[in-house]
């Protein structure tokens, strides 16, 4: 049998690269964004900052799919600044989209994956969840929670047969970057800087970020749960010397 995944943010970037790579392995993929793609997904209108309609969507996507046994969460949004910059509403606003959506669709989605044989949440995470990177404090902030989020379910559902973790990319190659890119003062200075960062040279891609999620989330990773997966260019782990 074909297994059944939820990937949420499944409209663009690195959701709907992932969305891709599992139906490309032989899964039923629904996908939950607030503007959803149609075939071969089953797209579903979501907002997750809406406890009523991620029941709903969740619920639907469970009826079409016929169960589920994988869910994405990858829904999120950016935030640029010190811990100065952003007003309570925006924190309050940023934290319920990466941090509480993670919770409401994982909470509506937890029925149906106890009843799955291969049972898994994959969590969006971020480099800035380990390591501090300058005028990013809000987002460092909900990433940093997803963490700790991603830990503390692996510990509460492992004996349920649901296994959590979560993916940790460096700066990605995604719609958000090229937004943040075209605000600045040199889009082209600010990419080779954001390039120089990771000790590959480059940033990311949402297709190497859907594989690490992909694998996360196949039975081919049955052992693995609670961890943390980055896919950052080096980005965390290495110091290289510089080269003049």
């Known amino acids: 049998m074909s297994l059944r995944a939820i990937v ?21 993929v629904a996908c939950l964004d607030l503007d959803p793609p149609g075939e071969p997904f089953v797209g579903i209108r979501a907002d997750v900052t809406d406890d009523a309609a991620v029941r709903a969507a969740v619920a639907e ?49 937890l029925p149906y994956l106890r009843r799955s044989e291969h049972a898994s949440i994959v969590n969006t995470c971020s480099i800035a969840a380990t390591a501090g990177l300058p005028a990013r ?20 559902h492992v004996r349920e047969g649901i296994r959590v973790n979560c993916v940790n990319p460096g700066t990605a190659d995604t719609p958000w970057i090229g937004r943040l890119l075209d605000k600045a003062d040199d889009p082209e200075a600010e990419r080779q800087a954001l390039n120089a960062r990771q000790p590959m040279g480059r940033l990311v891609s949402a297709e190497e970020v859907a594989a690490a999620i992909a694998y996360l989330a196949g039975p081919e990773a049955g052992a693995t749960t609670g961890t943390a997966l980055a896919v950052d260019g080096g980005m965390q782990g290495l110091r290289l010397r510089p080269t003049s």
């Open 137 to 156: 404090a809000l987002y460092s902030a909900t990433k940093g929670a997803v963490l700790s989020l991603t830990l503390a379910m692996a510990a509460d």
């Open 61 to 109: 996507a469970a009826e079409r799919l016929g169960g589920i046994d994988v869910l994405v969460n990858n829904a999120g949004i950016g935030a640029q600044g010190t811990v100065e910059d952003n007003p309570d509403s925006e924190w309050q606003r940023v934290f319920d989209v990466n941090v509480l959506g993670m919770v409401r669709v994982s909470r509506a989605a």
């Open 8 to 28: 949420t943010g499944g409209g663009s970037g690195i959701g709907l690269a992932t969305a891709k790579l599992l139906a490309e392995r032989g899964m039923k």
